[in-house]
């Protein structure tokens, strides 16, 4: 078994492996009074309360106090599918944890601005509102929901097309993108999700969500920065290209590759950082062998995206240096699919 090498050309795509996912959500409290109490007494929870390891979410529900040292966003998120579940599970069964909510329970990121816990009801429900939470009403199908823990969750393709209809097509592409990156959906389940969403709001947002959704992306990061790119009337890159030098030696696999111009694109988040810069050290040793090759070399990170123009300038004035196809000065390879 061995590569194959095709010298400065645009590659051909493997599916790319798949990372670890994100660790999974902490079980959804029960409320007291539905199928038992929690198992402390009101006295223990006053305490609990008052001493600060216990947080009172609503009516008979509280939950562990979160550490400090979890990311406030994270944070955010989880308390909102609690208050979810809670309305769920005290005022309406039928109920189903939907949109950013669903999608924590999922293990699906979210991006932009946090909203409400929202819940979905099938159409024709009687039932006017939920404590702490925002309804939607909708057709649900039965293939659209799963259970988790004990409460009816909208599934991943339904999730993802909700949050682009109500979130926009940014905040739908993170969730298309990590849902077909990790195999929990494929882009068939979207489109039988989207054929049912005739003349329903935002429907336009949730197809260019599908159409835009690319499961070679491997971060939120790399999803935000793909429709950054595309908003700014850039070509669109190839994704996830690997390299090797003119020895057929690997090097890395970028993000972003433009082989026209003879560009790559890096989009570099903290969390490919370890505390002691260990990450940052080879991916900068890598950067350097790139470079050799006569690859130019752009990378940006979250703070770079607001705003984004400075570094489409630079990806720009790179495209103007960089070395186009017949320049002796490209000395670089990508790797094609392994054969027998």
Not at 97 to 103: L, P, R, V
Not at 288 to 304: F, H, I, N, S
Not at 326 to 333: F, K
Request: net charge positive; glycine share 10%; aromatic share 4%.
């Amino acid at each position: 078994m061995a590569h194959r090498v095709r010298m400065s050309s645009a590659p051909t795509h493997r599916r790319p492996a798949r990372t670890t996912p994100r660790d999974p959500l902490p079980a959804v409290p029960v409320p007291n009074g539905r199928d038992g109490a929690v198992g402390l007494s009101r006295a223990a929870v006053r305490h609990g309360v008052s001493a600060g390891d216990l947080e009172r979410l609503g009516r008979g529900v509280v939950v562990a106090t979160p550490s400090d040292v979890q990311p406030i966003r994270r944070r955010e998120e989880e308390r909102r599918l609690l208050l979810a579940a809670q309305a769920s599970g005290l005022r309406c069964d039928r109920a189903s944890i939907s949109h950013f909510a669903g999608a924590v329970a999922l293990g699906v990121p979210t991006y932009g601005p946090l909203v409400r816990a929202c819940l979905t009801v099938a159409s024709g429900t009687d039932l006017r509102h939920l404590a702490g939470a925002h309804l939607h009403r909708a057709t649900v199908r039965p293939e659209d929901v799963v259970e988790i823990g004990g409460f009816r969750v909208l599934g991943v393709a339904r999730t993802v097309l909700d949050i682009a209809r109500e979130h926009g097509v940014v905040a739908g592409v993170v969730a298309a993108d990590h849902a077909l990156h990790h195999g929990l959906i494929d882009e068939n389940e979207l489109q039988d999700v989207l054929a049912h969403m005739t003349r329903w709001p935002g429907q336009q947002r949730a197809r260019a969500t599908a159409a835009l959704a690319d499961g070679r992306a491997e971060s939120p990061l790399e999803s935000v920065s793909r429709i950054r790119l595309l908003e700014a009337g850039l070509p669109a890159p190839e994704l996830q290209v690997e390299f090797c030098d003119q020895n057929g030696e690997y090097i890395t696999k970028s993000d972003y590759y433009w082989p026209e111009f003879g560009v790559v694109g890096e989009a570099d988040g903290a969390s490919k950082y370890d505390e002691e810069g260990r990450v940052r050290l080879r991916q900068d040793e890598t950067h350097t062998a790139l470079l050799r090759t006569g690859l130019e070399v752009v990378r940006w990170g979250w703070p770079d995206l607001y705003p984004f123009r400075h570094t489409v300038r630079e990806i720009e004035r790179a495209f103007l240096r960089g070395a186009r196809p017949g320049s002796p000065r490209r000395r670089w390879g990508v790797l094609l699919p392994r054969v027998a």
